[in-house]
Antibody
Framework: QVQLVESGGGVVQPGGSLRLSCAAS????????IHWVRQAPGRGLQWVAL????????YYADSVKARFTISRDNSKNTLYLQMNTLGPEDTAVYYC??????????WGQGTLVTVSS | QSALTQPASVSGSPGQSITISCTGT?????????VSWYQQHPGKAPKLMIY???ARPSGVSNRFSGSKSGNTASLTISGLQPEDDADYYC??????????FGGGTKLTVL
């Protein structure tokens, strides 16, 4: 069955960096667009970024552009999100989600990122 | 403030039907048939319920249906059941090659 497992979350100081990972299994990872979506505590969902199957096309929300970088290693069935210059507004649960028909078909369980001094 | 507008809350009794609206603009909801809906229970990941305005993924109950008119999409849940008590989010692809979500609607099954 399709599985997405995020990792790499934790507590980081403002201005710091963190790299999240999303390990995929149960499907042909190399064939699918994959998104990052986040949810601040007690708040709604916010789309963060998308990467194409071959990794050549990447799209970002304005709020993270130039600070976050999405990437993937199809040989390892793994998605990444490098997050730099983090601020309190980036505190959230970060989900990876498989894309299909411009929707988010399968979601991981999420990893919590807390930006605090 | 979310780009797509949803009511903060709706409620209904078991067996009843409810509708949740999702209002955007011609650059998102009105411009593309790429509206999707998600159900989220507390502490859980969201679950896809509707995609491409009205299509249901395999395994999703046919009590859930979607539609769109102009810049407003709607999710209808018929025959409300206790397990439908959850938060619901709409999402739309946009002309800027980004995705937007609504602020979410808390459904209470009385």
């Amino acid at each position: 069955q399709v599985q997405l497992v995020e990792s790499g979350g934790g507590v980081v100081q403002p201005g710091g960096s963190l790299r999240l990972s999303c390990a995929a299994s149960g499907f042909n990872f190399f064939s699918h667009h994959i998104h990052w979506v986040r949810q601040a505590p007690g708040r709604g969902l916010q789309w963060v970024a998308l990467i194409s199957p071959d990794g050549n096309n990447k799209y970002y929300a304005d709020s993270v552009k130039a600070r976050f970088t999405i990437s993937r290693d199809n040989s390892k069935n793994t998605l990444y999100l490098q997050m730099n210059t983090l601020g309190p507004e980036d505190t959230a649960v970060y989900y990876c989600a498989r894309g299909v028909s411009y929707s988010f078909e399968y979601w991981g369980q999420g990893t919590l990122v807390t930006v605090s001094s | 403030q979310s780009a797509l507008t949803q009511p903060a809350s709706v409620s209904g009794s078991p067996g009843q039907s409810i509708t949740i609206s999702c209002t955007g603009t011609g650059s998102d909801v009105g411009g593309y048939n790429y509206v999707s809906w998600y159900q989220q229970h507390p502490g859980k990941a969201p679950k896809l319920m509707i995609y491409e305005v009205s299509a249901r993924p395999s395994g999703v109950s046919n009590r859930f249906s979607g539609s769109k008119s102009g810049n407003t999409a709607s999710l209808t849940i018929s025959g409300l059941q206790p397990e439908d008590d959850a938060d619901y989010y709409c999402s739309s692809y946009t002309s800027r090659t980004i995705w937007e979500f609504g602020g979410g609607t808390k459904l209470t099954v009385l």
